[in-house]
């Protein structure tokens, strides 16, 4: 399933309709509390998906390790967003799904995780990166979009974007800055020539890369069109494009291309975001290249789900699952319909197939078990929701949401400090210090001092953020 924690306006069906009063509505958000991040955190804009973590964390895991990373443990922040933006802040790779849907091959990604990963090797905006890096996700969201949208108004000339902008500026502190991320022409060109050398460790070609920024380039003189934050923090005069294609042009992987399988799951995560994000126009735009592809059906079962009938969706997910029985989202999507449909043991099972299959071991599909477990009700399945929730977050430790339903699940036990201290973490990852406080004291009263859970507690009490980016 992909979601996203909590929804700012409505269903996701109507995302690409109010595209733009969606951009208008977050500035919104952002402006009213620039200095609290715990209520931005309620209408941030980040997407959870399994799938599409796992698809962008193995487009980045070879390219980490040629330029010298740590790749144990990327964490990949999907952000809801149709613009084109991605960004490395060390540990983690912030991607905008309007840069993933718009990608016709993983090489176009690959390509701009491999330039980013030659702005980290580079050593560039370092001091900025290590604050980001110490800063929790929804934090960083906050502020990034808030300096986006105001770029975004100042070129557009729109006054009252950009005088909001301004507003976001003033109170977001030295971060909001207009310059956050943005390089020089010379970081630039180190950078393309590192992003080469990655490529040309793996064996993959530059020309993703090339294709985007040149069609970044050529945006560049079409005034009115949708601003794309890399765009802006990446400049790519026409010099630089040329410079580039000749590099790709040297290099003996010019013509590799992805292999069938990594494209098949690209295409995949393309028609998801589709059907998730953009609607059922946009699915079809998708499958009108290929309508039997596997990925094409894979879209028409989601969105049989989202906009249809769930019985005719639990039909396609099935022949789906037939032809790749080792799919662990195919199995995910079912348990998504069997809950739908109000069968959670059915749908149990499902995640736990899911779940077993994951190579990439997603905490999501763990939380969706222990929901589903929730929902079957007896003693017995609540306990072992519980076990399957605090898997979860143990894998994911910033799921703020999944703390909300352990909190449920330990209230359903009647252990209250149990549900009082997940409260707390759930507040406490969602940058709410102050509600993380409550409950984490109101958890102690009941724990004998000095135990695991008072002392994490206690941790959570003492937090204090060392900078104003929490
Ligand atoms: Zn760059």
């Given at each position: 399933m992909l979601s996203r924690p909590r929804p700012l306006i409505g269903e996701s069906k109507s995302l690409s309709r109010t595209a733009r009063g969606f951009a208008t509505l977050l500035l919104a958000a952002t402006v009213a509390v620039s200095s609290s991040v715990s209520a931005f955190a309620q209408s941030v804009p980040v997407v959870r998906d399994a799938e599409i973590e796992a698809l962008v964390r193995d487009y980045a895991r070879p390219i980490f390790k040629a330029a010298g990373?740590?790749?144990?443990?990327?964490d990949i922040v999907l952000v809801n967003d149709q613009s084109f933006n991605a960004f490395v802040t060390g540990r983690r790779l912030f991607v905008n799904t309007g840069a993933l849907v718009t990608a016709e091959t993983p090489n176009e990604i690959i390509g701009v995780i491999a330039h980013e990963a030659g702005h980290i090797a580079g050593g560039h905006q370092q001091k900025l990166r290590d604050q980001l890096d110490r800063a929790k996700t929804m934090a960083i969201i906050a502020t990034l979009l808030g300096a986006g949208a105001m770029v975004a108004g100042a070129t557009t000339n729109s006054r009252g974007l950009a005088g909001a902008g301004m507003g976001v500026a003033a109170g977001g502190g030295?971060?909001?800055?207009?310059?956050?991320l943005a390089y020089q022409r010379t970081e630039e060109i180190t950078a393309d020539r590192s992003a080469i050398a990655y490529l040309n460790a793996t064996g993959q070609s530059g020309m993703g890369m090339l294709k985007t920024f040149a069609r970044f380039q050529s945006a560049?003189?079409?005034?009115?069109?949708q601003v794309d934050p890399y765009r802006i923090s990446h400049p790519m005069p026409q010099e630089r494009i040329a410079n580039l294609e000749v590099l790709v042009k040297q290099?003996?992987?010019?013509n590799a291309v992805d292999p069938p399988a990594l494209q098949q799951r690209h295409d995949m995560m393309r028609i998801k975001i589709a059907a998730y994000m953009q609607g059922q126009a946009a699915v079809a735009r998708l499958m009108?290249?290929?309508?039997?592809?596997l990925a094409s059906r894979y879209g028409d079962a989601q969105q049989t789900y989202l906009y249809g009938n769930p019985g005719a969706a639990l039909t396609k997910t099935a022949a789906l699952i037939k032809e790749q029985?080792?799919?662990p989202y195919f199995q995910e999507l079912r348990g998504d319909i069997l809950m739908k449909i109000n069968k959670p043991q059915d749908a149990a099972d499902a995640y736990a197939k899911a779940a077993s299959l994951d190579?990439?071991?997603?905490g999501l599909l763990l939380v969706s078990l222990g929901q589903a477990l929730m929902a079957v009700g007896t003693p017995d399945s609540l306990k072992k929701a519980v076990t399957q929730l605090n898997n979860g977050v143990g894998r994911?430790?910033?799921?703020s949401e999944a703390y909300r339903f352990l909190a449920q699940a330990y209230g359903e036990q009647g252990d209250i400090p149990a549900a009082d201290l997940a409260t707390a973490e759930g507040h406490y990852y969602a940058g709410d210090y102050k509600n993380a406080k409550i409950f984490a004291m109101r958890a102690q009263q009941k724990l004998k001092r000095g135990e695991p859970r008072w002392v994490r507690a206690q941790d959570i009490i003492n937090y204090t953020p060392s900078n104003k980016l929490k």
């Open positions: 990373l740590a790749n144990d443990g990327i030295e971060m909001a800055q207009r310059s956050i560049l003189s079409l005034a009115g069109t290099s003996p992987f010019v009108r290249k290929n309508p039997t592809s029985p080792k799919n190579p990439a071991r997603s994911d430790k910033e799921n």
